[in-house]
Every structure is written in structure tokens, then in C-alpha cells.
């Protein structure tokens, strides 16, 4: 399967904890997005990264949250100290060049956190 | 602030009708409108994508139509089937340096047998 792979796929924390999500891109796709989607609502972009750089982390709230995009290894979405507000499904998306529209998307990690 | 905005929430269609989902944005820069469809518990899927030098796309069953005068763009499903029934979000994103995707709410389309 060349698709974006996401993991896991359903995550629970408790109030208070941390959260990593995994992403790892279509082969030969060097660009990353992450969207979050809150019930009833579209997508929201949250940041964007390229191999060891953030380009755009402006839908990133401010506290709590980090990314990150490493040469080796998947992109991870870090969520510190999680609240229920927190609670979404998780979305990345992966690109193959600066220059391409196109992202295919994963299949999204559902955090719950109760 | 709402940059684009998708219309109607919910759609109801009998088999081999046409649903239509309209879109619309705010922002001029905006050179590329993808629709995804979405299906539950799955990640969204890029369906069919226009950009603003044509009015009207087609793949397979699924048109957009574009109105760059208008700021409109709208998704057409041809001969719509059961397996259609899906969320389906359009969205708009600007070239350059970053392509990141502003969408709209979704629409909820069923397609009864």
C-alpha cells in the first residue's frame, strides 16, 4: 500500500496527557499537511511541513500543540496536556513537490479524550 | 471568517438524479478547487480538481462547474448511485510557496436505491 499512512488510527487520553500522532507520507512525497476535523465541521489546516522544516504552523493553536517532520521517519503531531475541546479526528496529507496542488490524504487518527 | 462556504448541509436523492453542491469563496488568489469525498471513519479522497482558466470539468460521472465571476463553484454527480452517498467538502487553495487547503463545511449527500 503506497498510500499516506496514519497511526494509530483511534487514540484515547485522559485529560492531562500527551498525544502523538504518526504520519508517514506517500512514497516519493516530501510534504506534509496536517488538518484537524471537529464533528459537523470541515477541515482545518493546522501547519505544514517539508523534511526537517516548518513552512506555515498558522492554524496551530499556540500552546500544546507541536509538529514535527524529521529527515528519518515519520511527521508527528504532538498534542501536551490534552483537553476534551482536543477531541477530533486528525487528518495529514502528503504532497510530492512545492509545486504540486494535489494531497492525498491518510485515513485519520481519532483522538478521544475523556 | 468563512473563506468558502458550501451549500446546502444535507442532500437527498433518488438513484440516477443529479445532486448538485455549490461552493463559494472569498478570496481572488485562489487558483485551484478540489472536491473530495469522504466516507465514514475514512480519510477524504480527492475526487476531481478545476482551475480558474475553464469553466467546466469532467471526470467520469462527477462535472465542475466554475464561475470565476461569481467566485461559484459547484460539483455535479451524473447518474447518481447508492455507493455515491458520502460526505463531499469542496475547497480552495493558492499557489506560491504553500498549497494548504481552506474547506468548506461539507455536504452530507444520500442517494436512496
Known amino acids: 500500500n503506497a498510500g499516506v499512512m496514519q497511526n494509530p488510527r483511534h487514540l484515547v487520553r485522559r485529560r492531562g496527557q500527551e498525544a502523538r500522532l504518526r504520519c508517514s507520507p506517500m512514497?516519493?512525497?516530501?510534504?506534509v499537511y496536517w488538518y484537524r476535523q471537529l464533528p459537523e465541521e470541515g477541515l482545518k489546516f493546522m501547519v505544514y511541513?517539508?523534511?526537517?522544516?516548518?513552512?506555515?504552523e498558522s492554524g496551530m493553536p499556540k500552546e500544546r500543540f507541536s509538529a514535527e517532520f524529521p529527515k528519518e521517519g515519520p511527521s508527528i503531531l504532538r498534542i501536551q496536556q490534552v483537553v476534551r475541546g482536543d477531541s477530533a479526528a486528525y487528518f495529514c496529507a502528503s504532497s510530492k513537490s512545492q509545486a504540486t496542488y494535489e494531497q492525498y490524504f491518510g485515513p485519520g487518527t481519532r483522538l478521544t479524550v475523556t | 471568517q468563512q473563506q468558502v462556504k458550501q451549500s446546502p448541509q444535507s442532500l437527498i436523492v433518488q438513484k440516477g438524479g443529479i445532486p448538485i453542491i455549490n461552493c463559494a469563496y472569498e478570496?481572488?488568489?485562489?487558483?485551484?478547487f478540489p472536491w473530495y469525498q469522504q466516507f465514514p471513519g475514512k480519510g477524504p479522497a480527492l475526487l476531481i480538481a478545476?482551475?480558474?482558466?475553464?469553466s467546466e470539468k469532467k471526470e467520469g460521472r462527477f462535472t465542475i462547474s466554475f464561475n470565476k465571476s461569481a467566485k461559484q463553484f459547484s460539483l455535479h454527480i451524473m447518474d447518481s448511485q447508492p455507493g455515491d452517498s458520502a460526505t463531499y467538502f469542496c475547497?480552495?487553495?493558492?499557489?506560491?510557496?504553500?498549497?494548504?487547503?481552506?474547506f468548506g463545511k461539507g455536504t452530507l449527500l444520500t442517494v436512496n436505491p
Open positions: 478545476i482551475r480558474p482558466d475553464v
Open positions: 511541513l517539508q523534511k526537517e522544516n516548518i513552512i506555515d
Open positions: 475547497a480552495a487553495s493558492r499557489g506560491g510557496s504553500n498549497y494548504k487547503l481552506t
Open positions: 478570496n481572488t488568489a485562489f487558483d485551484y
Open positions: 512514497k516519493g512525497h516530501s510534504h
